[in-house]
């Protein structure tokens, strides 16, 4: 999310603001909502990653436990952390939040 602060100007003819405000400053706060970058299988060419282990780092970059990634792939949890050892050692990352910032910043 954005915020953007706009003062706005008293006018020689008076506004409901006016009547309300008085002699304060006002102001109009403005928030817009910024698209949230989507993690992409594509985020992370040149790092060897097999399908399997980018949809795994995509998955992780979406906050998908490796748990539940294993559970909708129909896959065991040992694989699922093996492929995620793997994701790691190719990337040089340690933890799930540095495999997340990294693709995310591709």
């Known amino acids: 999310m954005r915020a953007m602060i706009v003062p706005l100007a008293h006018r ?3 506004t409901m603001f006016d009547q ?4 304060l400053p006002i102001a109009m706060l403005v928030l817009r909502n910024q698209p949230t970058p989507q ?3 594509a985020a992370l060419p040149g790092y060897g990653l097999t399908p399997a282990e980018s949809e795994l780092a995509v998955a992780i970059a979406q ?5 539940d990634h294993a559970d909708s792939r129909d896959v065991s ?18 933890r799930q939040s ?7 910043r591709h």
């Open 77 to 94: 949890i040992h694989t699922v952390r093996a492929q995620l050892k793997s994701v790691f050692a190719k990337t040089e990352t340690r």
């Open 39 to 41: 993690p992409s299988v």
């Open 20 to 23: 309300i405000f008085e002699d």
């Open 12 to 14: 020689t003819t008076q």
């Open 63 to 67: 906050g998908i436990s490796p748990r």
């Open 98 to 104: 540095q495999l997340a910032a990294l693709i995310l």
